[in-house]
């Protein structure tokens, strides 16, 4: 069993920054991704940030320049550092893995979600 663990989001004021951190914890032989995603009422989850295993990211076009995402691979978390928020960036962000539990399979993890708002 692999488990997801988000913290840091919040209430903040258009302009601010917020950090969120992800823990994945378990049984975990190696990790291929590790990004997030954010997903609004009604909307489909979408793809903020994405990192992979040799440093490859990958980001949405609404968020370049504005946000960055790193990991530790020593302790398997994976951070975003959100600045310039903006109130289109209100949603619950959801951490997400592409984690080998298993020496010949991966599978695909999620965090339970952590709500961010910008608002004034």
């Known amino acids: 069993q692999v488990q997801l663990v988000e913290s840091g989001g919040g209430l903040v004021q258009p302009g601010g920054s917020l950090r969120l951190s992800c823990v994945a914890s378990?049984?975990?032989?190696?990790?291929?991704?590790m990004g997030w995603y954010r997903q609004g009422p009604g909307t489909q989850r979408e793809l903020v940030a994405s990192l992979n295993s040799g440093g490859a990211s990958d980001y949405a076009d609404s968020v370049k320049g504005r946000f960055t995402i790193s990991r530790d691979n020593a302790k398997n978390t994976v951070s975003l550092q959100m600045n310039s928020l903006k109130p289109e960036d209100t949603d619950v962000y959801y951490c997400?893995?592409?984690?080998?539990?298993?020496?010949?399979?991966?599978?695909?993890?999620w965090g339970q979600g952590t709500q961010v708002t910008v608002s004034s």
């Open positions: 378990g049984s975990i032989v190696s990790i291929v991704t």
């Open positions: 997400q893995g592409r984690i080998y539990s298993s020496w010949t399979r991966w599978d695909e993890y």
